[in-house]
């Protein structure tokens, strides 16, 4: 761990480095607590940097064994050698070659960075800074070298052995139990992209043939056993490989491509060059323990990973703060291929749902930061939302401005311009400004200003003219650190609906105030801080459906009426805003509510806003996913940040619980119909349509089982336990085991005990499924539920060595539980502060992310903010904390 006095780094400091490492030979002798790296570093200074520097190489924590300069050894007794440094003064100006040996024991290793074991293999996580836990470098993304690397281990303890690039060589080591296997990279990479594997693992293998004829050995590693539910990773693989061809014209280029799936791993997954390591939630998967989620889940970050291989590796980045550069382009490319896969409508909606849920809460709270942040103290912190969802969107949002030819042909542009090289964010839009002519330097301000802007629109229509004014007005709150907001380029794709539903023209007749190219791609570019356009010819109102598919990722103050909404949910050619309308009619019922639960009184049913949902569920046509998402609520997360102050997370929940059983109870008929007629007797199949038959069979019952609920107050017989207890012990699939569980667990009881019994004895020897099981407990929405969370941080199953674990049971708490985690006594936040701090000496990156779950405490009401407060404080004093942990509790309170 490193102990300098932290000072901020600076994207305006950027300086080229100093020297050049062309070529990297390592020889790793793999050992439990010894584990010997020899490193063959060819060095020589870098004619972009300053003559005659010192030569200063990064370490953490290192214990150097052996260091020799051009055939001359020197003294590792010496201070030019410090864990955390290796500075030689006066370097040769010219080519020279540095051995190091450094001696690391990766059983010791728990913050799971640079090598280390999960179980009894061994792995390593470079990304961002960890290359330097294992040999000295120059650990930045612009230095770029080729790697060869030797690994020797004891045959039984690692027959498996595994590095980037394409193997060379392997064999026995004579006379001994040992072995050692050669790779050779030939791409030059930046260290954070290397990685080395071994153990014992099963694996399963494929073959894909690229575009151009050549074959690619597929592998993916599991531990013995468990290779049958990788099958659908590999499966996804193979049609990331094939789409990243069809879709950007991008092959594949070395010989093999290898996965390794490990049960501990602070993230979901790492690029490395041809050797991609996953956490094993996202590789491992059977119908019996893994959900329609969770399939969805790994093909999106099996592609992700598998996507990086252009944007990440052949083009990686110059400086941490270009971190979007292939992060925000990569998770494009992975929504699209998600998008190409299964329903671009539905995945459109997720994907909104998620950055809502992760990023808007962060550009709203006091770790808000830009897409490319300017300065930063631990860069393991800005691995955010920010980052990689809204990175995304910005991607998106480039493509709405200029068009799906001109994005194509920049793609192209980016990839041949800047092939092996460490890139920057304006490299990258230069090839768009040149091929689609524009000048795009207004939209890099999404890059440069944190904070979500709102948009404003307010409509009048003219009955006598027949014209439609639309008056659009952006404004954003100011950030940290950025009191003052320019005006962003925001793209807003918009249409008219006539009152049978019918699409009305975007009439180009007369003074619009729109340009006919806007108006031909129903477009309207918003890039000041206030713009009016006109449509015309509209004998009668039209209802506008506004920021059509999301365009752009901001948040919208329209005052619709509910007649229109409904008008929208029943008609919008657009889908996204079908689901919109519904979640914008829900979310007003919802504050509406609010106010009135807050001023003691019980809401009354809402009749349009029913009558549209049982539309929806009557509507034989209409894609069950789809649907499943329209009647879903909005999460009490997204209610909150409507409030925006003085939030009562209490209110929030009951007013919340109110419209489900409402809806349940005066939907009951149509609910149990559409759960009738969705059972499916077919062979478990994983594909999007037979998935989207479950989510909408689901969120019925789960609807259902709200309103019976609350009849079972007066006739004591709850129809809605009855059914998820049916569904419960008769499925034996995931999706439906947990749905039902979900159910059964919103009900305290025996039964709810019992079943929960069941279903650890049941999956005791799946750790996944259990962590599904922890995630569901520390979620319900009771005063016990803390108790229970305590409890079972002691059970056999827990470990806070294991991510996976911490996340399922106290990150799900923290999270997932807004009125636990925000108990009014503050016993939420001090459990949260008293886990932080007790990981934060094992694995800072995994703690601090933890202690994020206070991002939203400024919006509180008085009472928790003071108490949220004051947890924060105690985690800025207390002793021996991790930089990560210090800056992000430092930046919540500033
Ligand atoms: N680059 C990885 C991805 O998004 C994520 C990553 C960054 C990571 N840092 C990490 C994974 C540290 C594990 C540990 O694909
Ligand atoms: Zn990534």
């Known amino acids: ?158 027959p498996v052995l595994l590095g980037n690039g394409n193997p060379t060589a392997a064999g026995m080591i004579e006379n001994t139990s040992r072995h050692f296997a050669v790779w050779h990279d030939p791409f030059p990479k930046p260290c954070y992209l290397f990685a080395l594997v071994g153990g014992d693992l099963g694996a399963i293998r494929d073959e894909f043939v690229t575009a151009s004829g050549r074959k690619v050995a597929l592998a993916i590693y599991v531990e013995h056993g468990k290779e049958a539910s990788a099958t659908y990773a590999m499966d996804a693989l193979k049609r990331s490989m094939r789409w990243d061809e069809e879709a950007f014209g991008r092959e594949y280029d070395l010989d093999v491509f290898n996965i390794v799936a490990v049960s501990d791993f602070n993230m979901g997954a790492m690029e490395n060059k041809g050797l991609n390591i996953f956490n094993d939630k996202y590789v491992l998967a059977s119908p019996h323990t893994a959900t329609d989620t969770d399939y969805a889940q790994i093909e999106a970050v099996i592609a992700h990973e598998y996507f990086h291989n252009w944007t990440g590796n052949r083009i990686t980045c110059r400086d941490w703060f270009q971190l979007c550069l292939k992060e925000g382009l990569t998770v494009y490319r992975d929504h699209e291929f998600s998008a190409a896969m299964r329903s671009p409508a539905v995945r459109r909606i997720a994907d909104v749902r998620t950055l809502r849920a992760q990023q808007f809460p962060e550009d709203a709270g006091p770790l808000a930061h830009n897409v490319r942040p300017d300065s930063y103290l631990e860069i393991n912190n800005f691995y955010t939302a920010t980052v990689y969802e809204k990175g995304a969107e910005l991607i998106r949002m480039l493509k709405v401005l ?39 330097t207004q939209f890099l301000r999404w890059y440069n200003q944190s904070g979500t802007p709102l948009v404003e629109v307010a409509a009048t229509y003219d009955p006598n003219a027949k014209r439609l004014a639309l008056d659009l007005r952006q404004s954003c709150k100011k950030t940290p650190g950025q009191d003052m907001k320019q005006p962003f380029l925001i793209p807003i794709e918009i249409g008219l609906i006539g009152e049978q539903g019918e699409t009305l023209p975007l009439a180009t007749e007369g003074e619009s105030g729109a340009s006919a190219q806007e108006l031909a791609h129903g477009v309207i570019e918003l890039a000041e801080a206030q713009r009016r356009v006109i449509f015309h010819n509209l004998p009668t109102r039209p209802v506008i459906s506004f920021l059509r598919g999301f365009s752009a990722p901001v948040r919208l103050a329209y005052d619709v009426s509910e007649a229109d909404l409904v008008t929208l949910v029943a008609h919008d050619s657009d889908s996204f805003n079908r689901w919109q309308a519904a979640q914008s009619y829900a979310t007003r019922l919802l504050l509406r509510n609010i106010d009135l639960i807050r001023a003691g009184k019980m809401p009354e049913p809402d009749m349009a806003f029913i009558a549209a949902l049982k539309r929806v569920l009557d509507a ?144 005791a020897s799946e750790p996944l499924v259990i962590d599904k099981w922890f995630a569901l407990q520390a979620m319900i929405p009771e005063p016990e539920t803390l108790a229970r969370v305590k409890r079972l941080l002691e059970h056999p199953a827990f470990s806070l060595g294991n991510p996976n674990r911490v996340r399922a049971l106290v990150g799900a708490f923290a999270a997932g539980n807004q009125t636990q985690f925000n108990a009014p006594d503050g016993s939420g ?36 903010r003071r108490l949220a407060e004051a947890a924060l404080r105690q985690v800025v004093g207390a002793a021996h904390l991790s930089p990560d942990v210090k800056d992000i509790a430092e930046r919540s309170l500033a």
């Open 402 to 440: 200029i068009g799906a030819g001109a994005f194509r042909a920049g793609m192209d542009l980016y990839f041949e311009r800047h092939d092996g090289t460490a890139a920057t964010i304006e490299e990258f839009i230069a090839c768009f400004a040149e091929k689609s002519g524009r000048d795009l």
């Open 829 to 864: 936040y001090d459990f949260i502060v008293n886990a932080v701090l007790t990981l934060d000496s094992r694995n800072p990156q995994v703690a601090a992310r933890l202690l994020s779950a206070f991002k939203s405490w400024r919006m509180l009401e008085a009472e928790r």
């Open 620 to 763: 034989g046509t209409i894609d069950p996913a789809f649907a499943a998402q329209v009647v879903t609520l909005p999460g009490e997360a997204d209610i909150a940040r409507e409030i925006a102050e003085d939030v009562d997370p209490e209110a929030i929940f009951t007013a919340r619980k109110v419209l489900r059983e409402t809806i349940g109870r005066e939907l009951a008929s149509p609910l149990l119909e559409t759960y009738e007629k969705l059972t499916d007797t077919a062979a478990y199949s994983p594909d999007a349509a037979a998935a989207g038959r479950r989510a909408l069979r689901n969120a019925a019952l789960d609807l259902y089982a709200a309103g019976q609920r609350d009849q079972a107050k007066d006739t004591g017989k709850d129809q809605g336990l009855a059914l998820a207890l049916q569904q419960f012990e008769q499925t034996r699939f995931m999706t439906d085991k947990i749905a039902a569980l979900g159910v059964i667990a919103a009900r305290p009881g025996a039964e709810r005990e019992a079943a929960l019994d069941t279903f650890y004895k049941t999956y």
């Open 1 to 158: 761990m490193r102990t300098d006095i932290a000072q901020p780094i600076r994207l305006t400091d950027y300086r080229p480095p100093d020297y050049l490492i062309d070529t990297v030979d390592l020889d790793v002798k793999l050992d439990p607590h010894a584990t010997r790296v020899l490193a063959r570093l060819t060095i020589r200074p870098n004619p972009r940097g300053r003559a005659g520097a010192d030569l200063v190489l990064d370490g953490d924590s290192l214990v150097p064994r052996r260091i020799v300069l051009d055939g001359v050894a020197l003294d590792c007794a010496a201070n030019f050698v410090t864990p955390d440094r290796l500075t030689l003064a006066t370097p040769p100006q010219r080519v020279f070659t540095l051995e190091i040996e450094t001696e690391i024991d990766p059983s010791a290793n728990t913050c799971l960075m640079g090598l280390y074991r999960s179980g009894a293999a061994y792995c390593t996580q470079c990304e961002a800074e960890g290359f330097r836990r294992i040999t000295y470098f120059l650990d930045r993304p612009d230095v770029l070298s080729v790697y060869t690397t030797r690994l020797e281990a004891e045959i039984a303890e690692a």
